[in-house]
């Protein structure tokens, strides 16, 4: 049950009990409504704050369970599945009273609004999939090594260039919330074109920036491989597809791969971002949602 008496979307942070699991989200802006999901898993929901958009769309910025404020599994590190998000997601949007949504999935959110689109396109006017990928696994993995060497090679003259390939190397280990953060704070260079060009900007997001481990095992200890190669083609849904230039985790190539694969859809590239192009290029980032949006419904 909501936990509050005002409406479920007023401005503010809400808590709902879904499937016997508190899920916390928070609403900002006017208009048509637009669900954001964060990535990580378990990276806090604010650094994916986007007011540019939200003097045209009512946010709903999802915490999504097992992180921040929203309750835990009882397998937890465990078992948050992109099947555990999907249908949070879905009885959300029961909560809310809302048929249709467009939904923005960032980076590992955006494996979830995959899946989402999936299996409820009923429930979707459009999906923004923001550095996305089709897959995980060994070529991901592959991939994401071969952008990190060209991000060395550009900065081996900085003295902060080991401490942030330290922080990227140590993910693979993390075991607790605290290792979660100190990874997260130290390889946020990397994940931005020019952070330290631009670090008056960006440093306070870095100091910011915060999370909870979550493992990448379902809650029976299986590792979840993800591979939507077969299913892209047959997504029943309009999506927008944006990637930063720099992006060293789903860069290009996994966008035009989506963007390719699924039958309506267009690709936006950020020229001057990586990662975190709503922060990097927030006006570029916005126009594109927005004119989706425009465009978007069915």
Known sequence: MNTEARGPLAAGT????????VQR????????VCL??????????DYLRMPALESHLTMVYVEPIGTGGSGRLASHPNGYTRDRYTEALAGLLDHLGVETTYLIGHSHGGFVAQRFA????????????????PLTGPDHVAEAMSKVE????????????????????????????????EALRGLLPAYLADYWGREADFAPLRAAISGTHISSLDEHLVPEIIDDRGVLGSLAVPALVIVGRHDVVCGVRWAEELD???PDSRLVVLENSGHLGHVEEPDAFAAAVLGFVGTGSR
Do not use: C
Request: glycine share 12%.
């Open 36 to 45: 954001a999901h964060p990535g990580g898993p378990g990276v806090f929901w």
């Open 150 to 181: 060209l991000f060395a090679r550009a900065n081996a003259e900085n003295p902060e260039l080991p401490g942030v390939l330290a922080a990227l190397q140590s993910t693979g280990a993390i075991s607790t919330d605290e290792e979660m953060v």
């Open 25 to 32: 989200y928070h609403v900002h802006g006017t208009g048509p």
């Open 260 to 262: 390719k694969s699924i």
């Open 118 to 133: 999936a299996r409820h396109p009923e429930r979707l006017t459009g999906v923004v999939l923001y550095e996305s990928a």
């Open 14 to 21: 809400h808590t709902v009990e879904i499937g016997g699991v």
